[in-house]
């Protein structure tokens, strides 16, 4: 009698798990929306958050839905690149009934390309690289967004070096986080960066002939970021995606990546983690990616391992299929009626004698 008891208070305690978080909003009924996705969204650039916060913000708004939005994501961008990047990803999401929001780190798009000092504040310049402000910057905007949306789930999205402040949110603000997409994390740099000919070439430029050692990285992205010609010559046509980049700049990224595996061992075990692998990635180390696995205590995490694929995969607007479906995979499995699926299921293998799930 006893036994029976704890299993069903055991199964209790699992159903109550999926609602220890605000929950995901259900997904809507397009049928009777407008079948353009162009209409269901509104876009705002430098809105109330960048007021607050002295940084450029990108957001994409749900318009016209009668339900309640699904969640709020937040897109965290890689290394010389910006906010923007991630547009036609976060129009999906505000099309779909998810709020969506980017922002630029300080170094990088718009911070860096700022002739006017729009975004400067007390005489503090964010042209230059730095990643524990801009860490500042986006734990600042989380709080903001979670104080005017405390019902809905937070979905932090990085790429490459985006991941290591959404790990590092995670692990000392867990209170902030609901759920992580993270692609192409740069566990470890891969030494074909260091060790191409362009790279050396570069690099003694950077050391010998640029007083400001700056290094030039088209090479970066016409040979290692990806294996597709048509996001070759979308990064190269992008004004705002810095093309040169300081030895110090590339020092300090180095170091700051390389502490993806501590942030990631402290991440709580119920955090839900969707990981995105390229196998021919050129930029970090594909393999590494199964030691993050194994170093995040989170229990519910999903690994897309994706053949013939490399490093860029969601800044860009030639999205893979294969990237698609997994994203639209991981967030139905959240949704209401999924959630209470699965909580039902294994309420019911527990009466059926199943042990602690």
């Known amino acids: 009698m006893f036994k029976r008891k704890l299993k069903y208070a055991i199964a209790i305690c699992m159903a109550s798990l999926f609602t220890s978080v605000p929950a995901y909003g259900q997904r809507p009924d397009f049928a009777q929306y407008d079948p353009d996705p162009n209409k269901r969204f509104s876009y705002i650039q430098d809105g109330k958050y960048s007021k607050e916060?002295?940084?450029?913000?990108?957001?994409?708004?749900?318009?016209?839905?009668?339900?309640?939005?699904?969640?709020?994501?937040?897109?965290?961008h890689g290394l010389t690149l910006h906010g923007q990047?991630?547009?036609?990803?976060?129009?999906?999401?505000?099309?779909g009934n998810f709020y969506a929001l980017s922002f630029d780190m300080r170094g990088f798009g718009r911070c860096y390309s700022d002739p006017d000092g729009k975004f400067s504040q007390n005489g503090e310049s964010k042209r230059g690289v730095n990643y524990n402000k801009s860490f500042e910057d986006l734990v600042k905007l989380v709080k903001l967004v979670k104080e005017d949306h405390p019902d809905l789930p937070i979905i932090l999205v990085g790429e490459s070096l985006g991941v290591t402040p959404c790990l590092r949110l995670a692990a000392e603000h867990g209170d902030l986080v609901d759920a992580m997409v993270l692609s192409s994390a740069a566990v470890r740099v891969n030494p074909i960066m260091v060790f191409h000919p362009k790279s050396i070439r570069a690099g003694l430029k950077g050391l010998i002939i640029d007083p400001k050692f700056n290094v030039k990285l088209e090479f970066f992205m016409e040979d290692l970021v990806s294996d597709d010609p048509r996001i070759v010559q979308e990064l190269l046509d992008d004004p705002l995606i810095r093309k040169k980049l300081t030895i110090w700049n590339l020092l300090q990224t180095d170091r700051y990546v390389a502490k993806n595996l501590k942030y990631a061992a402290q991440i709580r075990p119920a955090m839900p983690i969707l990981l995105l692998q390229g196998?021919?990635?050129?930029?970090?180390?594909?393999?590494?990616?199964?030691?993050?696995?194994?170093?995040i205590r989170s229990d519910d995490q999903t690994l897309r391992w994706m053949d013939n694929v490399s490093h860029l995969l969601l800044e860009t607007k030639y999205l893979k299929p294969a990237t698609v479906a997994a994203m639209v995979s991981f967030i139905g499995a959240r949704e209401p009626d999924r959630q209470k699926e699965l909580a039902e299921t294994k309420s019911d293998l527990m009466k059926l004698g199943a042990g602690e799930i």
């Open 279 to 295: 196998s021919s990635d050129r930029c970090v180390i594909p393999g590494k990616v199964v030691k993050l696995c194994r170093d």
């Open 85 to 95: 990047r991630y547009a036609v990803g976060a129009r999906a999401f505000a099309a």
């Open 53 to 76: 916060l002295n940084i450029p913000t990108y957001e994409w708004c749900p318009v016209g839905f009668k339900e309640k939005a699904r969640g709020y994501a937040i897109f965290v």
